[in-house]
C-alpha cells in the first residue's frame, strides 16, 4: 500500500463495461507522479489516502470484477506535507 | 520478501470495511522509500521486518479475500543496517 493525495476527480463517461460506474480520482504520490485510482470510500480533494496496488485492488472495490490496478482503501487521519517528505529519522 | 523498518502507526479511521481493524504501518526501504504494510505479527517502531507483496500478502494477512498489497511475516532478530547490503541510502 501506499500513501497519496487526491488532486482532482475524473470523469471518463465512455469507458469498458469493467469499470462500472466506479469513481474516479486523479492522486499524486509524495514524487508527484500522477496515477488514477478507483475510489471506494468516497476521499475529496487534498485527502492523504492509502491505495492498495495489483490484485489486492480489485477485491478492495468490493467487486472484484472491477478492472482497477489501483483503489483508495482509506483516508489517513493525521499526515501532512511536512510528514510526506521528511527524512527517515536518526536512529530509526 | 523485502526488508524495511517500521516507521509509525498509521491511523486511517474510514477505511474500506474489507481492511477490517488491521493495524497498518508506514514502513520505510532501506532505499528511503515508503509504503504501508498490513501488520499481523505486531511490530514495534524501529523494527525491521520482512514483508511479502502480490498474492502471498493476502493470505499473509489472513485469508485471500483479504486486499493487501504487502503484508509484515517476520520481524527480524538482528540487522546491521550498515553491514552487508545496506542498500541505496
Known amino acids: ?92 | 520478501m523485502r526488508i524495511f523498518q517500521v516507521e509509525n502507526t498509521l491511523v486511517a479511521t474510514a477505511r474500506i470495511t474489507q481492511l477490517e481493524n488491521h493495524r497498518l504501518l508506514v514502513v520505510r526501504e532501506t532505499s528511503g522509500s515508503r509504503s504501508v504494510a498490513v501488520d499481523p505479527v505486531g511490530c514495534k517502531e524501529g523494527d525491521w521486518v520482512i514483508a511479502v507483496g502480490s498474492s502471498a500478502a493476502k493470505d499473509a494477512a489472513g485469508h485471500a479475500k483479504y486486499p493487501s498489497d504487502l503484508t509484515i511475516v517476520g520481524i527480524i532478530d538482528y540487522w546491521d543496517a550498515e553491514g552487508p547490503g545496506k542498500g541505496a541510502r
Open chain 1, 1 to 92: 500500500m501506499n500513501i497519496m493525495r487526491v488532486v482532482r476527480d475524473l470523469v471518463t463517461t465512455q469507458r469498458v463495461g469493467g469499470l462500472q460506474a466506479r469513481q474516479l480520482r486523479v492522486l499524486e504520490d509524495a514524487k508527484g507522479n500522477l496515477e488514477v485510482a478507483v475510489d471506494a470510500v468516497g476521499a475529496r480533494v487534498g485527502d492523504f489516502v492509502i491505495t492498495i496496488a495489483y490484485s489486492s485492488a480489485r477485491i478492495a472495490t468490493g467487486d472484484p470484477r472491477v478492472t482497477t490496478d489501483l483503489t483508495i482503501g482509506g483516508i489517513i487521519d493525521d499526515w501532512s506535507e511536512n510528514k510526506w517528505h521528511e527524512p527517515a529519522r536518526a536512529g530509526l
